[in-house]
């Protein structure tokens, strides 16, 4: 039976988002899934109008037995919502997977009872879901989701740049969305910090450095330093906010970054992630920024060089895909 990965496009500018989900397109289409192509249409009375007759357009070569992997969110709820009107009235006995990259559950929508709703009754009408870790696995499961559930563990991030050749005596890297990364403002250590980004602030400390924007598929050509920093909120003592708080359930991009280029990193405790971190040696989880150049000063040559070995060996998996080969595997055998 086939196998297809759903190649949702939109009008995008480069971003890391965009970044996640053509990674893990091009990892599948490497090992033998089949690009199954529908555009979202941006014109309001179009996607109105014309969205089921796309998704039939898109699913006609589908037959019962068939896969098909979506990413969530797609762009549009209405989108969705459609495809499974479609795979409805045609019928089709097909195995729906999901792999999310975002719950806005979890985020944008954590205080809108309605919209959380609508997100898991959707996301509980796939067979299998693919999340991000145990921790957001064990939320779903307490909030509704019935659905078979595989854990992703880490993001995966193709690139062909060299691997850093990473030191102690190099800047921290901090990559991001430097607009809600106000913590920044704050983080008046002696290490050096090197910001790449978009909407830095005016008032950065004196150790730390911005160095403008690069595509995701740049960047790691620029990440010549120490560690990768995965910080959010607004202050240096915990993360806090939205972004912050979600955190606790996900596994932002940045790290995939920073370890698939050769950077050991840097993580707030309770993140999701730190346990993975801690797992594999390949940084080290902290409860705040303030003592952040004494826990680095306290870092033996021996104790960053296991890291950083650490840190190349999970960089080779996670540009051959490892991660989202071994998660979609995983989830056909359990259909």
Not at 49 to 76: A, C, H, N, R
Not at 151 to 157: A, H, P, Q, R
């Amino acid at each position: 039976m086939a196998k297809y990965i759903l190649d949702v496009k939109r009008g995008q500018a480069n971003t890391a988002g965009v970044k996640a989900k053509e990674d893990i397109t091009d990892i599948l289409t490497r090992n033998g899934f089949e690009k199954l192509l529908f555009q979202v249409r941006d014109n309001r009375f179009l996607k109105l109008m014309m969205t089921e007759l796309d998704w039939k357009k898109s699913l006609s070569e589908v037959i019962d037995g068939d896969t098909i992997i979506l990413q969530y969110p797609m762009y549009s709820r209405f989108a969705g919502k459609t495809f499974f009107k479609v795979v409805n009235k045609k019928k089709l006995n097909i195995n729906k997977i999901v792999i999310i990259h975002d719950i806005e559950s979890l985020r944008l929508y954590k205080d809108n009872d309605r919209m959380v709703k609508e997100e898991l009754n959707f996301l509980n009408m796939f067979d299998c879901l693919i999340v991000h870790n145990n921790k957001m696995k064990i939320w779903l499961q307490q909030n509704g989701i019935t659905k078979k559930m595989v854990e992703l563990k880490v993001f995966d991030y193709l690139s062909n740049s060299e691997i850093i050749d990473s030191s102690m005596e190099k800047p921290i890297i901090f990559a991001g969305n430097l607009k809600k990364s106000k913590f920044l403002e704050k983080l008046n250590i002696e290490k050096r910090v090197n910001l790449f980004g978009i909407m830095p602030s005016d008032s950065y400390p004196k150790n730390i450095k911005y160095n403008g924007v690069k595509s995701p598929e740049e960047l790691p050509l620029f990440l010549d330093g120490s560690f990768g920093l995965v910080w959010d909120g607004n202050s240096i003592e915990t993360n806090n906010g939205i972004y912050g708080e979600y955190t606790r359930y996900n596994n932002p991009h940045k790290v995939s970054l920073y370890l698939s280029s050769g950077l050991p990193v840097i993580m707030w405790k309770e993140a999701a992630l730190a346990q993975y971190v801690i797992d594999n040696n390949v940084g080290i989880v902290v409860d705040n920024l303030k003592n952040l150049d004494a826990i680095l000063n306290s870092i033996s040559e021996e104790t960053y060089n296991d890291m950083k070995a650490n840190v190349d060996n999970l960089s080779k998996k996670m540009r051959d895909g490892y991660n989202t080969k071994n998660a979609v595997n995983l989830a056909m055998s359990r259909l």
